[in-house]
């Protein structure tokens, strides 16, 4: 079993409409959680940090439930430049977990 | 410039064949890690490195050994390289959690 699972998509969606997907973790002694963002086979970047308490940053919002192991993140206002693949991500040990990844897909 | 380098960019080889990829980081951190990316899979960690000199396996070492001889390069070798070792190699660093990317290197075992 992988450590981090994802619901692999796609997920289309037109322009301004919301999207929201999920994640789950299996390692109990995950500490930090991430959300990367990967464009076509580039390499991946930070989207955002993920907060116990639930955090936001602009359009995007992520949760973080740990006595169920899953985070989630929301977009709001979907554009074109959101179509990407974002990876849901566990930190243990200063080592990362990655989820192999939710495919989005906004369309005009 | 970019802060975390990785060569070659792309790379066919023949199976047996000895594999050198290369990394690179002027960021400053300690922290080293050298990741492979199958399609449906994710990234699965191969070796990380925390300082100088130090070496850890990661999920899927087999096949696969690293050199860190300074703290801005991680070198990662394959030995006798085989068709299952296709695949898109990232390079990352990291200071505490974030990690950082190198573009990665698309190496084809034929």
């Known amino acids: 079993r992988k450590e981090v699972e994802q619901d692999p998509g796609p997920f289309n969606v037109p322009e301004g409409a919301t999207v929201a997907f999920n994640c789950t973790y299996s390692?109990?002694?995950?500490?930090?959680f991430f959300w990367y963002r990967q464009d076509c086979r580039k390499e991946p970047k930070l989207l955002m940090s993920v907060y116990s308490s639930g955090n936001e940053d602009g359009r995007f919002t992520a949760q973080l439930n740990r006595a169920s192991q899953y985070i989630s993140l929301l977009i709001r206002d979907s554009k074109l430049s959101d179509s990407a693949t974002y990876l849901c991500?566990?930190?243990?040990?200063?080592?990362?977990?990655f989820g192999a990844g939710t495919t989005v897909t906004v369309r005009a | 410039d970019a802060d975390v380098t990785q060569t070659p960019r792309n790379r066919i080889t023949k199976t047996g064949k000895r594999i050198m990829l290369e990394c690179s980081q002027t960021?400053?951190?300690?922290?080293m890690y050298w990741y492979r990316q199958d399609p449906g899979l994710g990234l699965r960690l191969i070796y990380y490195?925390?300082?100088?000199?130090?070496?850890n396996k990661g999920e899927i070492s087999d096949g696969y050994s690293v050199s860190r001889q300074a703290q801005a390069k991680f070198s990662l070798s394959l030995e006798s390289a085989i068709p299952n070792q296709t695949a898109l190699y990232f390079c990352a660093t990291s200071e505490i959690d974030e990690q950082f990317f190198g573009p990665g290197t698309r190496l084809t075992v034929l």
């Open positions: 490195s925390f300082d100088v000199k130090d070496i």
């Open positions: 390692n109990s002694a995950s500490q930090s």
């Open positions: 991500v566990a930190e243990a040990n200063y080592k990362l977990s």
């Open positions: 960021k400053g951190h300690d922290r």
